[in-house]
């Protein structure tokens, strides 16, 4: 069915104006000033709201075997999440264990993916052992679509690259026109400082912020820097969370490294004391790297203001704190990492950001959407609202009141990081290619609706 949203402030990167926007076949074919509806066509009448891009989450986690457990949500349950809070695309990390072949994961988190999801999904590779096979093997996933390759410095032993590996998965990378996302924190110095922790009877969910501080992803991302700059390979470093480590990527920008920097939602709200809760109640914030000091917030969000941060995510990694935290009760670094946020990430980013503001409707946009959809070879297909590109929009009313709470989430998660927080706006209705797939809070997308999005290297 042809879909007409009229009277809409449509809000772009670059522009900011008022007119209707004509759908058919999936995607937007038309936007002028008083397009009459024509029989039959679907109208939208968003006077008074904005009109945004489908929002783009380019760091989740769903299918995630991890520590021993496994994250709590089903590619239905994580779209339909998302689609409520306006997201319309995430990008899923593939994390295959060392003994794992690359291809045969692909596979498999795709299998799970494909005829559950109800948005739109694409994956980044986990490059988690570099061998002459798996190099084949990650050329022709390249070919099948995934343009974007991850690469942990962290979780010695399980997902982490030694130095070699790091190197000719980068030298690849550069072959193919490949962008590596990158976890920076090196995986060394962790493991020493866990160890010492421990050994001083140092076990609670305090503890995790001291055996990982700033300096330890400080120097991951000046590490990346170091090679990134020798194979002249594109780098983007994921869920940065502090003043340290962004100057470090900075320096590493300033010397000409292709570089671009992603943080998280959590980062801009939440803060270390929030770990520190008693009773064990902190390891619901236990996520790596951890939350940092407070200080640390303004310059994030003046990052996400100013284009230094180019884009923000959720890391989303659900894991219930009834007993899946509590795995590691006698000791922190037991707890699965994890803080669930895909469902509220731009309702808050709204109501923190522009409602405070702390950035325009336009950086907003640009930082939740169009640069993922750039940097990931999405772009102009998702992140923009122009003739051609699908028709995933979000009629967002920055009148809407509430509260966020794990009672009426649909994460499947026992708690919800931000309980009891106020929003200052939520989408009315969310698109997903020229169909209604959330009206007033309520998912009508079906699982299965979501595509899998075959991706083009551009880097």
Not at 171 to 197: M, P, S, Y
Not at 289 to 304: H, M, T
């Amino acid at each position: 069915m042809a879909l007409l949203i009229k009277n809409g402030e449509i809000v772009t990167p670059d522009s900011r104006y008022v007119a209707d926007i004509w759908c058919e076949g999936e995607t937007i074919t038309r936007i002028d000033k008083d397009i009459p509806a024509p029989p039959g066509a679907e109208v939208i009448d968003a006077q008074g709201k904005y009109v945004f891009p489908g929002f783009i989450d380019p760091h989740v986690h769903i299918y995630l075997p991890f520590m021993g457990t496994f994250a709590k949500d089903t590619h239905e349950t994580a779209s339909k999440a998302a689609l409520a809070g306006g997201t319309t695309t995430f990008i899923e990390m593939i994390c295959p264990g060392r003994t794992e072949e690359p291809l045969a994961a692909f596979e498999q988190w795709l299998g799970k993916a494909q005829g559950q999801s109800a948005c739109d999904f694409t994956f980044h590779m986990g490059v988690t052992r570099y061998d002459a096979e798996a190099e084949k093997q990650f050329k022709e996933i390249v070919k099948r679509g995934v343009s974007s390759f991850k690469i942990f410095l962290a979780y010695k032993g399980a997902l982490g690259v030694t130095d070699e590996e790091l190197y000719n998965a980068l030298k690849l990378a550069k072959r193919l026109g490949v962008i590596t996302t990158a976890h920076c924190e090196n995986a060394d110095l962790i493991l020493e400082l866990q160890k010492q922790l421990l050994s001083e009877g140092k076990t609670g969910p305090e503890w995790h912020h001291e055996s990982r501080p700033p300096v330890v992803e400080a120097e991951g991302v000046h590490h990346l820097m170091t090679f990134a700059k020798m194979l002249d390979a594109h780098v983007y470093i994921v869920h940065l969370s502090c003043e340290e480590a962004l100057r470090e990527a900075l320096r590493g920008k300033l010397s000409g490294v292709k570089v671009w920097v992603e943080t998280l939602i959590q980062y801009l709200v939440l803060d270390k004391t929030w770990a520190e809760r008693p009773a064990f109640e902190g390891a619901k914030y236990v996520m790596s790297p951890p939350l940092r000091d407070a200080r640390n917030q303004d310059i994030l969000w003046n990052g996400l203001r100013d284009g230094i941060v180019s884009t923000l995510a959720t890391d989303h990694a659900p894991f219930d704190f009834a007993d899946q935290k509590r795995m590691g009760e006698k000791d922190f670094t037991r707890i699965p990492n994890g803080i669930p946020s895909l469902e509220d990430r731009i309702n808050v980013y709204f109501t923190l950001g522009v409602q405070r503001g702390r950035l325009d409707l336009q950086r907003f946009v640009d930082t939740a959407s169009t640069q993922a959809a750039k940097l990931f070879g999405l772009f102009p297909r998702k992140g923009a609202i122009q003739p051609g590109s699908d028709a995933d929009l979000v009629v967002y009313d920055s009148k809407y009141r509430g509260k966020l709470s794990a009672k009426t989430q649909l994460m499947n998660v026992d708690y919800n990081p931000f309980e009891g927080m106020s929003i200052e706006g939520r989408p009315s209705v969310v698109t997903l290619r020229g169909e209604v797939a959330v009206r007033d809070g309520k998912v009508l997308a079906k699982a299965g609706r979501g595509r899998f999005l075959e991706r083009e290297p551009n880097h």
